[in-house]
Structure formats: C-alpha cells, structure tokens
C-alpha cells in the first residue's frame, strides 16, 4: 500500500474545464513534489514545497496552480488545459533536510484532456 | 545542471540470472546523493537503493547492489537472481546536498528490463 495517496486516479477533462489533482501524506513529511510523466519518459519536476511554502516552479505555465494548504495535503489546480498536458502526474513526498531521504510517490492520477 | 544518463533503453534477462543497469551523471559538486527507483505497470515510483557520494562502500539492498564510481561519475545496478517481478523501468536519480538546491532529484532517461520465465 502506498504512504502517498493521490486522487482522483484517472481524469479526463475538457479544455474549458477547472478540475484539482489532491495528494495527502501522513507521514510526517515536510517536502511534497509535482511531477510529470509523459509515456516512457522519466518524471519532470514541476513544483516543491517546503514547510508548505513554494520553493521551486520549473517555469510551469499559469494553467497549473500548485497549492500546499497543510503539510500533509497537496493540491494542483488544473485550468485551461492544452492536449499536450495530458500525462501522468505523480505527487511525492520527503523529509525536508536530508538530501539522501528519499521521495515516496503516490500511484500518480492519469490525465486526459480533451 | 546536473543531468543524468542511462544508455540502455531496454535490457533483458532470464530469471535467476544477473542484469546490469548503468547510470553516468555530469556535476560540478563533491557531495550528493544517488537513488534507483524502480516503476512497475502499477505506475509507482519505488526506491530500490541509495547511495551518498561521500561514502566509499557500495550500497546493497538484498538482491539489489550498485557500483558507485565516483572519480568515473558512473553509478550502475546489479540485479541478482532476477525474478518476475522485477520486470519495470529503472530510473537512476541524482539530488543535490548543497541545500540552496532545494530538495529537487533529477531523473535519468530510464531503462527498462523485461524477465524472461
């Protein structure tokens, strides 16, 4: 079972359409993370949290709105999507300080936008 | 920037037996972090192993060892005694430890090893 659940699984949306990717984790975490996933690529960092404040965007465009309301919950907004955005997108979780802690993932919810 | 690199698109192996992966990076900094995650078709990501440059001794988990190089920057993956369910995609994964670096890892292209029965 993962520690990091995300939801929904699946979605599949219009271009018009405002819909929220949600992420939690209760393992005490203070770094949570958006990826990317394109098929048979790696994941593409988009955002990290720390502490709940932004603290890295990777020049992702405005139609993806990151929100940390809490340290265990992590949501991305999603307006005004483009086909081309359809993809994995996974949310990851960490300690804050160790740079050898690792990122547990979530199972990712996959996006269609059409 | 960092970037990291994984020659093998695809490797194949026959069950019990041994496969390498082979990962090289590119940095400018002494001290870093390196990890293997392992992406099944279930899509999530899992840690396979991890390894601190600054220690000399390779990591092993189980079936699982790497040969970190570190003067080379190469940092490959044995798989002992290959099993079913250690057919999936391997990322190789390089995190900076200087701290103004944030908490980002940057992944490899991947390669992915299919286990023949």
């Known amino acids: 079972d993962t520690e990091v659940t995300q939801t929904p699984k699946h979605l599949v949306m219009g271009m018009t359409n405002k819909k929220s990717l949600k992420c939690e984790q209760h393992?005490?975490?203070?770094?949570m993370y958006w990826y990317k996933q394109k098929a048979k690529k790696p994941p593409e960092l988009m955002f990290v949290?720390?502490?709940?404040?932004?603290?890295i965007n990777e020049s992702v465009p405005s139609r993806f709105s990151p929100e940390c309301p809490n340290s265990s919950l992590l949501n991305l907004h999603l307006h005004a999507l483009q086909p081309e955005d359809s993809a994995l997108y996974l949310c990851?979780?960490?300690?804050?300080?160790?740079?050898?802690?690792?990122?547990?993932f979530g199972n990712g919810t996959r996006l269609t936008v059409t | 920037a960092q970037t990291v690199t994984q020659s093998q698109p695809e490797m194949s192996v026959q069950e019990a037996e041994t496969v390498t992966l082979s990962c090289t990076y590119d940095?400018?900094?002494?001290?870093?972090?390196l990890f293997w995650y392992k992406q099944p078709p279930s899509r999530q990501m899992i840690l396979v192993i991890r390894?601190?440059?600054?220690?000399?001794q390779n990591a092993t988990e189980n079936r699982f060892s790497v040969n970190f190089q570190k003067a080379a920057k190469s940092f490959s993956l044995k798989i002992s005694d290959s099993q079913l369910g250690d057919a999936a995609m391997y990322f190789c994964?390089?995190?900076?430890?200087?701290?103004?670096?944030?908490?980002?890892?940057?992944f490899g292209g991947g390669t992915r090893v299919l286990v023949k029965p």
């Open positions: 990851a979780s960490s300690q804050s300080g160790p740079g050898n802690s690792p990122l547990h």
């Open positions: 393992m005490g975490h203070r770094a």
């Open positions: 949290y720390s502490y709940e404040k932004l603290s």
């Open positions: 940095t400018s900094e002494s001290d870093y972090y």
């Open positions: 390894q601190e440059a600054y220690k000399q």
């Open positions: 994964a390089y995190r900076s430890a200087v701290k103004a670096a944030g908490n980002k890892l940057t």
